[in-house]
């Protein structure tokens, strides 16, 4: 099949125009809109000194108006403003005070966005070929390291005297650091991503990469668990504790997760340009601006797939059409007794309690196969783990321990 029938045979993808309910959802920034309400508040309430009146009712005393008699005084009745005795400066200190981080908070969010990467249309095209071409690298690595105590002299002051004392720490030693990677020469890899189109339909699409892999068949998958478990039991044991780590690249291509397409970046659309949005910041309207810039922003979540074990036995370069090879049921292996038990004998597991043996027997009764996987593995995680000392602990070899987690295991 010629890469040509490829492209056009994979199923395309195209960004996504969000409602203003749901870009309201996605980014509300709900910060803008609290001080930007707080200040409109006070601006009401500096409006209301000014423009309302109150009646009051003052009482003179004969001996107030200076006259020597001991006669009741007469009553005068006054309109006046109901800040007429200085509280019209609180509500504009809180208005200079508001107006002043909220002008911090704008720069924040323009430094958000001067931060982004801005590329064209034709620019992402290529990215996408590249990142679709780009081989798979699934990584492990294993830093054995153990704690050391010391002691250090730390100087402290009480009551303007100062004083030596000895404080005791625990300092990380790395001894020994060891990497590999998965070996899938004998199964091959292809990319069953989708295609990409229509980013020219929009002015501005937000764009954010995601790369993942899964497996064709058991075969593949058995592969990758047995070489992943072999290499964490080979450096396990060597030291106090064993940090692993994996993961997954593309190789030869500079993965950026989060991008802006422009149709044209020379002359970006006017919403987004910095002259406007801090002349619209210094009015207090840079909320409104921003919902629309978000509301008029196109979305898409591009997820960068490949899959190792090709059915019909081809390798790493030999293509297929997304369409027909992707496959419909990506198995991943549940929870086996015997792997249970085997991880129980050898003080790897603790025992599971009865509810747990309840669901247990109810997966395996109702899945005796290898149950479909909704999603496939993700590309980074760590963990860290003793090493000598028996603990609960999750075994590597299970297949539910995704790329995705991050668990620290004590």
Request: proline share 6%.
């Amino acid at each position: 099949m010629r890469p040509e029938d490829i492209h056009e045979s994979r199923e395309e993808q195209r960004p996504l125009k969000q409602s203003l309910s749901a870009s309201l959802c996605r980014e509300s920034h709900w910060k803008c809109l609290v001080l930007t309400v707080l200040m409109l508040g006070c601006v009401g309430v500096v409006a209301w000194c000014h423009l309302s009146t109150v009646t009051r009712l003052s009482f003179r005393t004969p001996l107030m108006a200076g006259g020597g008699g001991v006669g009741g005084g007469e009553s005068m009745v006054y309109h006046e403003s109901p800040c007429s005795s200085g509280y019209v400066y609180i509500p504009l200190a809180f208005l200079l005070m508001l107006y002043v981080v909220y002008l911090v908070e704008c720069w924040h969010c323009h430094a958000g966005r001067e931060a982004q990467h801005r590329v064209d249309v034709h620019g992402v095209y290529e990215r996408v070929e590249r990142l679709q071409r780009a081989s798979p690298c699934i990584w492990w690595r294993a830093v054995s390291y153990h704690y050391v105590r010391r002691t250090r002299q730390v100087t402290r002051y009480r009551n303007g005297d100062a004083y030596t004392t000895t404080q005791v720490y625990h300092e990380r030693v790395n001894t020994r650091l060891a990497e590999s990677e998965f070996d899938y020469g004998r199964h091959g890899v292809r990319d069953v991503s989708r295609g990409l189109a229509g980013l020219g339909d929009h002015p501005a699409t937000r764009l954010r990469f995601t790369k993942c892999f899964s497996f064709a068949g058991p075969e593949a998958e058995t592969a990758y668990l047995t070489q992943r478990a072999r290499f964490f039991s080979d450096n396990e044991g060597l030291d106090d504790y064993l940090e692993a780590r994996e993961g997954m690249h593309l190789r030869d291509v500079d993965f950026k997760e989060r991008m802006v397409a422009l149709c044209d970046p020379k002359s970006p659309p006017w919403y987004v340009s910095p002259s406007i949005f801090w002349t619209v910041s210094l009015l207090v309207l840079s909320w409104p601006l921003r919902v629309l810039a978000e509301y008029r922003t196109a979305c898409l979540h591009y997820h960068v797939e490949k899959l190792f074990g090709a059915p019909d036995g081809d390798g790493e370069g030999a293509p297929h059409s997304s369409s027909s090879s992707r496959p419909t049921n990506r198995p991943t292996a549940t929870v086996d007794v015997t792997e249970l038990e085997w991880h129980i004998c050898t003080n790897r597991q603790l025992v599971p309690t009865y509810s747990e043996a309840l669901l247990m027997e109810a997966s395996s009764s109702s899945h005796p196969h290898p149950r479909p996987c909704r999603g496939c593995r993700r590309s980074l995680s760590s963990c860290s783990l003793p090493s000598r000392v028996p603990r609960p602990r999750l075994p590597f070899s299970r297949s539910r321990f995704s790329l995705g987690r991050a668990c620290i295991f004590r």
